[in-house]
């Protein structure tokens, strides 16, 4: 997509991807999963507050329910 628009139609083209697995985006998807497992991990043993740790649970489980469903596609 163009980046800067409306200011100027160039284009950024570039060998890697963070979403295209024919351009790596594989080896990004894993180290997103692994960030998502820390991050509500840290959040869900750390926080002294229970609504903290739901907010963290609900997030991690929508996220993996989100990444299930695309993998059916």
């Not at 200011?7 to 180290?31: A, D, L, M, Q």
């Not at 960030?35 to 649970?57: G, H, Q, W």
């Amino acid at each position: 997509h163009r980046h800067f628009l409306p200011f100027s139609s160039w284009r950024f083209f570039s060998p890697v991807s963070y979403w295209e697995p024919s351009r790596h985006g594989n080896i990004f998807f894993g180290f997103e999963i692994l960030f998502v497992i820390a991050t509500c991990s840290s959040v869900i043993l750390e926080s002294p507050n229970d609504y903290m740790r739901m907010a963290a649970i609900t997030a991690a489980s929508l996220y993996f329910v989100g990444v299930a469903i695309s993998q059916l596609k």
